[in-house]
Structures are given as C-alpha cells and as structure tokens.
C-alpha cells in the first residue's frame, strides 16, 4: 500500500508539539515499516534536514498558500496524483472535499468545547485564535469523512465520543505519545555546563513549559511562584521557554507582584536536543495545565529524573500515573504547596524521581508507530474487501 501523511511544519526551523509527534511517528515508520511506501507531503521552509528520505519513503515539498488553502487544495490533489491509497492528516484537520481515504489525528477538540477556559475568558495570540476559528469550522465534517481518527489519550477518546455523540466508536482510536530516547537524565558537566551556559541558565530553578495558550495556565502558576517566594527564602529562579516579555509583564501586573520579573528567566526557542539538559538541572518540573489531551512534557521531565506537579484533570492522571505530584489547576495555592513539599520532604522528591522513571518507560515511539501502522493495514484490508 502507499500512504500520504501530510507533514506541513515539519521543515520549520521552531516546532512544537503536533510537529514533533508527526516527525516521531515518520521516523519511527522508517523503522518498522520497509515493505510499503510513503509520501510525505511538507511546505518547503529553512530545516529541510529534519527529515530524510529512505527506499520506500518520499518526500514531496509542496507549496501551496496559506494552510486551509494548502490543506483543502493542494494536498488532496497531490495526494492522488502520487497515486497514494490513503492519506493521513497528522495536525487536527483534514482535506473534506475529496474522495480520498482520509486517517486523522485530532490530538484534542478544547477549541470545540465550552470549558473553563472560556469562562475565565483566557486569550490566546491572534495566530492560536485564527487556527481555532478554522479547527470549529473544519472538524465536524473531518470527523465524518474520515475513514480513522486516532487521538492520544482515553481522556481524550471519550471526550470526542461524547462530543460528537457517536454510537459507534469504532472508527476512533487513542493510541499514546510517546517520549524520546534522547530524554534520560544528563550528568555529563560538560553538556549541562553549554547548556546552561547557552541559555543563560541560574544555579538553582523550577521549570515551567507555559505559553500563550491559555489552557497552559501561565497565570496561576506564576501566581504560585510568586506565592512561594513571599513565604521562602529560597533563591530558586523560574525558567520559562518562548514567552513574550510585554505579555509576561502584564500578567504579573494583573497578579500584583510586577518585581517577579527580576526572578524569572525567558530562555527564547529551545531545541529539543537541548531540552534534556534543562531537565536534568532542574529542581522540579511545573506542568499545571487547566486542559491537555496528553501532556508529553510530563514523560520528557520523568525521563530526566525530575519530580513533577502536574494536574488533576483532563488526560494528566492518567499519563502521570501515580509518579506525579497532583494540584487542582484551578488552586495556585496547592501549586505552591507542591513546590514547598518536595524541595522540604527528600524522600518524598527521592520517591517521585524514581516512579517517573519507571512511569515514563511505558511510553514509546515505537509502539506509537507499530499501532498506527495497524490501523493503516486495517484500512487498506476494508478498502479492498
């Protein structure tokens, strides 16, 4: 068989999440998978090495517009003109003006939902705002012409069920994420040392993965922060990734503590090469979020042998396990209390570093590919029939 997967950030140089799970599931596809053919459908952009091609996998770099117009055009006509027997949509939405066989990925459908994110009227950028305007708008009709959606999480699968009221739910899978090989815990001084050195790193911090989505609860977990330092006479520095300074700004003005600025550290973009350093120096990893469908980032700081306060809602739990230390998002009170626990209770951190490792070897690319590609042969066999 001959299987299209769009790709279309995957050539970006600053990749994120979705981009990382499509590029994981390629190169682990690569792997597994030497008897049937691929084509990978990318937008041509700076980070062409991200992705080679192999005996039985192709790449095709495709201009093509904006993305809707990429995605409802351009793809769907190049998939059949490579003669492809399905094509997979690996980002949330899908071609739905075209007879091909479609396989979805929708990682979560928060934007559908009328959650607490809206009722605390959190914003996110005009560019995640214009993204989820296009997701409402799509994915109701993606859900039906899909031939398979697969999703990350039970929390996630049921959650879809129940939105989209389906009776039969066989043609919607949750198959897990997956974490890096590459995250362990780093000792080596010499790499700690060009990483920490790169990107300006303090002695002693906390690390938090917020951003401007809402769901990631920058706002109360800097509230937390700011309530830990009030009561502590700790020196712990907060180490944030790619966050907007006039933004970050704001929030501390609206929590009322404007001088938290002078503790928090914005690192810019960070390679993912290089996230397992930062883990490794660490003193506890921050994951709060008010809403995920998965929450790799949890598994990535388990990976490196780092204690993590993660929430008690949505698919957390469930990919924590009991390996987490558990706050209601919506409480920054218990973040903070989190924080005071396992940096006062060293047997307590000890017990958490230790059920992350082994919570965190659970999850693998490998047998994220193996599923998918199961679900592929399943849906050739139907098409065949």
Known sequence: MKIGIE?????????????MVALELINNLQEIDKENEYVIFVKPDEDSSALKETDNFKIV?????????????????????????????????????????????????????????????????????????????????VMQRS???????????????????????KKLS???????????PISDSSVLSKVKEKYKLPDRFFFFLGNTAPKKNT???????????????????????DYDMAELKKILEDIGDPELINHIILTGYVKN??????????????????????GIPILEAMSCGVPVITANTSSMPEVSGNAAHLVDPFKPEEITQ??????????????????????AKKFSWHAMAEQVLELYKGLYKELKS
Request: glycine fraction near 6%; hydrophobic fraction near 35%; charged fraction near 25%.
């Open 219 to 241: 706002r109360g977990t800097l509230k937390a922060y700011s309530d830990f330092l009030k009561n502590s006479s700790s020196d712990c520095k907060l180490v944030m990734l």
């Open 273 to 294: 090469t290089d996230l397992p350093a930062i883990y490794s120096l660490c003193e506890i990893f921050l994951y709060p979020s008010l809403r995920e469908s998965f």
């Open 147 to 169: 031939k398979i959606v697969i999703t990350v999480s039970k929390y996630e699968k049921n959650r879809i069920a129940e939105f989209f009221a389906l009776k039969d739910d």
């Open 7 to 19: 790709g279309q950030r995957l050539f970006r140089v600053k990749k994120h999440g979705m981009d």
């Open 338 to 359: 989190g924080i005071e626990k396992i940096l006062e209770n060293k047997d307590y951190k000890e017990e958490l570093v230790e059920k992350g490792l082994v919570q």
């Open 174 to 184: 949750a198959v897990y994420n997956g974490v890096g090989s590459h995250f362990e």
């Open 61 to 141: 770099e495709l201009s093509g517009g904006i993305y809707p117009v990429w995605e409802q055009f351009a793809l769907p006509k190049a998939a059949k003109a490579h003669g492809c027997d399905m094509l997979h949509c690996t980002s949330n939405t899908a071609p739905i003006f075209t007879d091909m066989p479609i396989v979805t990925t929708l990682h979560d459908i928060i934007y559908l939902e009328k959650s607490y994110l809206q009722i605390l009227k959190s914003r996110g950028t005009l560019y995640q705002n214009i993204g989820n305007v296009y997701r409402k708008m799509i994915v109701p009709s």
